[in-house]
């Protein structure tokens, strides 16, 4: 169904997982050489429901589920981590997730204590690391598993006046 061409990306929202779009979630799609990327979303949802720091979020175009990620933000520290990131295969391309990690950043902000967001991705994943470093990521170098890390400084929050 071709019926998201044409959204505008200010219509990418983040929801939580529910009963209902669940399903939805773990029939989203990479491609064949996208899968050693990132986990599967079933595995990331069943992870989800031992790891009370763990924030799922599902990413909607309007009311199309198009993609899933997941972040933590423990209060005791300040650094964020996303950790899963995917958008299905049949809406990449289209500035989605772009969009979608502009929406999470946002949300990270508004947490309030986190000031760092840390990411992780292979190496060799160009589309990765191109959204992240336009986004403004910083690459750290590899961790012990041989995945690139990158950090991003939060902008710091406007004192009230
Ligand atoms: C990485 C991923 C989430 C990007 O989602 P997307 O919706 O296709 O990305 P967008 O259309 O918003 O593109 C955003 C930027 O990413 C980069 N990008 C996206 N696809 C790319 C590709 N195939 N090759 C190189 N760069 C790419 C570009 O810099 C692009 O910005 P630009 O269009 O201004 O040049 C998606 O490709 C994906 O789900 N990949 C498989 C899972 C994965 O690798 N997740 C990350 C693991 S941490």
């Known amino acids: 169904m071709k019926s998201g061409i044409g959204l505008k990306t200010a219509d990418i929202r983040l929801v939580p997982v529910t009963r209902t779009n669940r399903p939805l979630v773990t029939a989203l799609e990479l491609a064949p050489d996208q899968m050693d990327f990132v986990a599967s979303n079933a595995e990331s949802l069943e992870e989800a429901e031992t790891d009370e720091d763990a924030r799922p979020r599902v990413v909607m175009a309007g009311t ?88 991003l400084a939060l902008q710091a929050q406007a004192d009230e006046p």
Request: hydrophobic share 40%.
């Open 64 to 151: 199309r589920v198009v993609g899933f990620l997941m972040y933590e933000a423990p209060r005791d520290d300040d650094e964020a981590r996303i950790y899963r990131f995917m958008i299905d295969r049949a809406s990449q391309g289209r500035g989605y997730g772009k969009a979608a990690l502009r929406e999470v950043l946002d949300e990270i902000q508004g947490l309030g204590h986190v000031r760092h967001v840390s990411i992780c991705y292979e190496p060799d994943n160009e589309a990765a690391r191109n959204l992240y470093r336009s986004a403004g990521f910083v690459e750290e170098g590899l961790d012990e598993d041989g995945e690139m890390i990158a950090i």
